[in-house]
C-alpha cells in the first residue's frame, strides 16, 4: 500500500519531477515484490504461483467457473493512456489542436470512423478497422469514477479491485478474484487442475486477489516464461539442501511445495502443445503474449479469465513518437489475435477489454501529457454484435477544477456488465461482488440467453472441519445444506487415496466421518481428506503425529 506521499490527487502538480519519479520508485518497488510472491508479507511464490500444499493434486479435478465457456481476456495499458490521441474527438477538433499544438494527430493522419464524422483514430491503428467494420469493436467514451486519484499505483488498484478506498481499505481483493470465490467459495482449499486465471506479464495486478492478497491467478512475468513451464515445467531440486538442518528442512519443504504447484505446467502444457498459431504474429511484446493466450485458448485449457499488460503508456515527453508506436502495437496483435482464433473457430467465445489506469490531461506539455482523468475503453471481439461508440463525448471546454475531462460512465458499470451480460452470473452476486450496484450497459450487444449459467459450487455449501478424539482417531464433522450423493476421503499430500470413508446419498443437515488411524498405521506426516458433495469438492489438511 502507497503512503501518503506516494499518493498523487487529481490536484497534484505532476511538472514536479521529483514527485513523479518517488511514486514510479514506489510502483517499482511493489511490482518487485509482487512479482516473487512476498507483497503484502502472505504468499510465497515464483512467477506467480502460490505455495499451496494441495495445489493441483491429481485429486482436485474441478474447474472454478462452472458450465460457460465464454472467455474474458483484459488488455492492460499499463502507465496511462491517452484517450484522445485513442479515439480522436473530430466533432471539436478545433479545441483538440489548440490544447496540442505538436501532439495532435493531423486529419489527415486519422480513419473515421463513424458516418457523422464524430470520432477517428490514428492510422497507426489501421488494423483494428476491419474488426471495426465487420461490428466486432465498439468504445465506451469518457470512463472513469469519482474523485479520480492519479497515482499510477493507487488508480491502478483502484481499478483492478473496483474499490475506491483501496489506499486505506486492508481488504486488498481484486475484483474478478472475488468473482472466483463467488464461484467456488472453497477454491484454495481445493484449487482446481485448471487454473481460474491466466496473467501475463502482469506480476503487480492485484485483479485476481483474494482478501488475503494472495493471486489466484497463474502469473508468468514474460512470455518466455509462460512458454518455458509450459513446454517443460520446471523442478525444484529437493535433495541439495543448505546444510543447516532447520534452514534446510524448511527449504526442502517450500521446494517441495513449489513443485506440487508447478504440477500446473502439464495442463498448460497439454493446451499450449495441442495447436499452434494459425497466423503470424508481429514482433512486439503484446502480440508474443496474445500468441500464447491464442494457443491455450484454442487448445482447451479451459481457464476463461486472462490478462495481457503492454507498458509504456506514461507518455510525459515524445508522446507523438512512442503513443503512435503503441497504438500500432495494440492494433497489430488484437487483429492478429482474433484472426487466429477465427482459424480455431474460437472467436465468438472471446472477448476482450482495454483498460488503463487513467487518460492523460487535455493540454500537452512539452512533447507529452501529464496524469489525466477520463478516457475511453476499448472492446473487441465478434460477439459485440456490432461497432458502437457508446457514453458521453469528451467535452474538451467543460473539465474540472484541475483542466481534467470529467467522466460520465463509471468503470464498475463496465465490470458489472461483464460479470451479468458475458460471464453470466446473477445480479445479486454482481452486486456482491462489486460492493454495491452499478448501472448496467445493455449497448454492448451481448446478453446470456441459452448460456447454462447454473453453478453447482454456488449453490451446494459445505460447511467442514476435522478434530481429534480421545482414542486418537480423526472425525470429519460436516454439514450439507441440500441432500446429495457424498464421498469422503483421506489422501497423501501428494494426492495418492488411503482410504474411502463415506460414500453415498446424504440428507441436509450434520454429518460425521471417522478416520481410525491405528486401523492403517500412517506415519507422522501431513495428510488431507476431501469431501465430494454432488458435482463439487472441498478439502481440509490435518497432522498425524508421530
Not at 465464454?70 to 479515439?87: H, Y
Not at 482447451?300 to 502495437?329: A, C, P, W
Amino acid at each position: 500500500m502507497t503512503n501518503n506521499k506516494n499518493s498523487l490527487n487529481k490536484n497534484v502538480d505532476l511538472s514536479n519531477k521529483s514527485v513523479h519519479d518517488q511514486e514510479h520508485r514506489s510502483w517499482s518497488r511493489r511490482s518487485f515484490l509482487q512479482t516473487i510472491g512476498m507483497a503484502g508479507g502472505v504468499g510465497f511464490g515464483l512467477g506467480g504461483f502460490e505455495m499451496n500444499a494441495l495445489a493441483s493434486s491429481p485429486l482436485f479435478m474441478t474447474t472454478a467457473m462452472g458450465n460457460n465457456d465464454r472467455i474474458l481476456v483484459l488488455i492492460r495499458l499499463k502507465g496511462g493512456n491517452d484517450g484522445l490521441n485513442t479515439i480522436v474527438p473530430i466533432f471539436d477538433y478545433g479545441t483538440y489542436k489548440n490544447n496540442r499544438p505538436t501532439i495532435a494527430l493531423k486529419q489527415s493522419d486519422l480513419i473515421g470512423l463513424d458516418a457523422n464524422n464524430m470520432f477517428a483514430m490514428p492510422k497507426s491503428m489501421a488494423k483494428l478497422k476491419p474488426l471495426w467494420d465487420s461490428g466486432s469493436m465498439k468504445v465506451i467514451n469518457s470512463v472513469g469514477y469519482p474523485d479520480h486519484n492519479l497515482s499510477h499505483f493507487t488508480s491502478s488498484d483502484i481499478w483492478n479491485s473496483a474499490n475506491e478506498t483501496i489506499e486505506s481499505d486492508q481488504n486488498k481483493s481484486g475484483w474478478l478474484g472475488r468473482f472466483i470465490l463467488n464461484r467456488n467459495p472453497g477454491y484454495l482449499e481445493n484449487l482446481p487442475e485448471i487454473p481460474g486465471a491466466i496473467k501475463v506479464s502482469s506480476g503487480s495486478s492485484i485483479t485476481f486477489q483474494n482478501p488475503d492478497r494472495i493471486d489466484l491467478a497463474v502469473n508468468f512475468n514474460t512470455p518466455e516464461k509462460l512458454i518455458e513451464v509450459a513446454e517443460k515445467g520446471f523442478l525444484f531440486d529437493t535433495v541439495n539442501l543448505p546444510d543447516d538442518c532447520y534452514y534446510g528442512d524448511q527449504v526442502g519443504y517450500l521446494r517441495s511445495i513449489l513443485n506440487i504447484t508447478y504440477k500446473y505446467a502439464p495442463n498448460i502444457s497439454k493446451a499450449y502443445n495441442a495447436v499452434s498459431n494459425g497466423v503470424v504474429y508481429s514482433n512486439n511484446e503484446l502480440s508474443r503474449q496474445l500468441a500464447i493466450v491464442a494457443r491455450l485458448i484454442k487448445g482447451n485449457l479451459g481457464t476463461r479469465l486472462y490478462m495481457v499488460t503492454l507498458d509504456g503508456f506514461d507518455t510525459h515527453e515524445n508522446q507523438i513518437v512512442s503513443h503512435t508506436r503503441l497504438m500500432g502495437e495494440i492494433s497489430a496483435a488484437i487483429s492478429e489475435f482474433y484472426s487466429d482464433l477465427s482459424i480455431g473457430d474460437k472467436a465468438n467465445d472471446v472477448l476482450s477489454m482495454t483498460f488503463s489506469e487513467f487518460g492523460r490531461r487535455i493540454k500537452e506539455n512539452e512533447g507529452g501529457t501529464d496524469h489525466g482523468t477520463a478516457a475511453p475503453v476499448m472492446f473487441f471481439g465478434p460477439a459485440l454484435n456490432g461497432q458502437d461508440i457508446l457514453g458521453k463525448n469528451p467535452d474538451m471546454q467543460d473539465v474540472d477544477a484541475a483542466g481534467n475531462l470529467k467522466f460520465e460512465t463509471d468503470f464498475r458499470s463496465i465490470y458489472a456488465s461483464l460479470l451479468e451480460q458475458w460471464l453470466c452470473i446473477e445480479p445479486s452476486a454482481v452486486d456482491n461482488i462489486l460492493g454495491d450496484s452499478y448501472e448496467r450497459i445493455p449497448q454492448l450487444g451481448f446478453d446470456c440467453l441459452g448460456v447454462n449459467t447454473y453453478e453447482e459450487a454456488a449453490i451446494l455449501k459445505v460447511n467442514h472441519s476435522i478434530r481429534m478424539d480421545g482414542n486418537g482417531s480423526y472425525i470429519i464433522d460436516y454439514e450439507l445444506s441440500r441432500p446429495c450423493p457424498v464421498d469422503v476421503e483421506i489422501f497423501t499430500i501428494m494426492g495418492q487415496k488411503i482410504v474411502t470413508l463415506v460414500h453415498g446419498y446424504q440428507s441436509e443437515g450434520k454429518h460425521q466421518a471417522v478416520f481410525i488411524n491405528r486401523h492403517i498405521g500412517l506415519s507422522a506426516a501431513l495428510y488431507v481428506y476431501r469431501i465430494v458433495a454432488g458435482t463439487s469438492q472441498w478439502s481440509g489438511k490435518f497432522v498425524v503425529a508421530g
